[in-house]
């Protein structure tokens, strides 16, 4: 506390000047005012390299908006040299994160699959347009850097300077980051992956580790389209969206989604004290007490039991009805690559 008010005195005194929430939400309006206007013609225009131009737009808007305001770069952008063991932590806080996303995600898709799976099959059709190496560039090491600049960077600053609460900053960033990708049907999953990124910057304060979770988060489905897209052969991907929006997604395929979320809560636990492990002040116990065991077996195992009762029935409806030739039983690998695109 003693720092912080040293820093404001300096701050009075002409020599450093800090953000305050006023200049993130200001920032937030620029970009979002753009993505309507410039970005989205740029984007129709150009496609994935309207894309590429996007990303540096953004990077030179925050770039230079610090500059504008006199804030030192480090201030806002701190980068340190990455420990392993917290790399491992940004592996497994992705794969929980995913983990959860998909189940949450398939339930929508479930309920509403002509808007959802409209949604992934155009994303699916941009992103093909350019060879896969630069597609990973343009979609996966741009947005870690460009992105994570503008929300990690320069806007969770702002409001960390008035807003102390870690799970505050934590919610409010997420939300931002779901309202930042524009799309009703892809708001939740990206608002609960903005909450993620925003919990590994609070913990660790080194913008490594959300830019090396953000890359690896579009990294792992870009490349998973690129691989069913050698494997689909000439399956046409179109038609089997188009099917996915008229016919839905089968019961059994939501039950092994909702399935998966058995993952998430020992593997974000892990996270979370691999982030910690080694910290002065912070608890080094693995388990903190009895209740969080018992908490973190409830809440693997609620998703096993409810997944496994969808699959069962979603089968047990399958074979009643005699659709076991389905085009989504035949080529169920173009299900998983159909909603790997919400993660983005």
């Known amino acids: 506390m003693e720092e912080q008010w040293n820093y404001e005195d300096k701050r009075d005194e002409g020599k450093v000047n800090r953000l305050n ?33 996007t990303e540096l737009y953004l990077l030179l808007l925050v770039l230079g908006s610090a500059k504008l305001l006199k804030v030192p770069f480090k201030e806002v952008f ?20 995913y983990s959860a996303v998909i189940p949450l995600t398939m339930i929508v898709a479930y309920f509403f699959p002509r808007e959802m799976f409209s949604v992934s099959g155009s994303l699916n059709e941009f992103m093909a347009t350019v060879p896969l190496v630069l597609s990973v560039f343009i979609s996966c090491v741009m947005p870690a850097v460009c992105e994570e600049a503008v929300h990690r960077g320069f806007i969770l600053k702002s409001f960390q300077s008035r807003i102390k609460g870690k799970w505050t900053l934590v919610v409010l960033m997420g939300l931002l980051f779901g309202l930042f990708h524009g799309n009703l049907w892809r708001f939740l999953p990206t608002a609960l992956l903005g909450a993620a990124l925003t919990y590994l910057m609070a913990e660790t304060e080194n913008m490594i ?14 490349l998973m389209s690129g691989m069913m897209g050698l494997i689909g052969g000439g399956v046409d991907n179109q038609a089997v969206t188009q099917s996915l ?3 839905g997604l089968p019961l059994s395929f939501l039950g092994v989604y909702i399935g998966m979320g058995c993952v998430a809560p020992f593997c974000f636990y892990t996270a979370a004290y691999l982030l910690r492990r080694g910290v002065p002040g912070r608890e080094q116990r693995y388990f903190t007490s009895n209740k ?17 009762a969808l699959l069962f029935l979603g089968i047990f409806d399958m074979l009643m ?13 173009l299900i998983w690559q159909t909603l790997e695109i919400f993660i983005r």
């Open 21 to 53: 929430p006023i200049h993130g939400i200001l920032l937030f309006i620029v970009v979002m005012v753009s993505f309507y206007t410039i970005i989205a013609w740029a984007q129709m225009k150009w496609g994935m390299y309207g894309l590429a131009l």
């Open 78 to 97: 701190p980068v340190k040299k990455p420990q392993w063991q917290k790399v491992f932590a940004v592996l497994l806080c992705w794969i929980a994160s």
């Open 209 to 222: 580790y959300p830019a090396l979770f953000h890359f690896i988060n579009n990294f792992f489905p870009t």
């Open 245 to 247: 929006m008229e016919n």
């Open 292 to 308: 969080m065991l018992v908490l973190l077996v409830v809440l693997t195992v609620i998703p096993i039991v409810l997944g496994g």
């Open 321 to 333: 009805n005699g659709s076991g030739e389905s085009v989504f039983y035949q080529n169920s690998y």
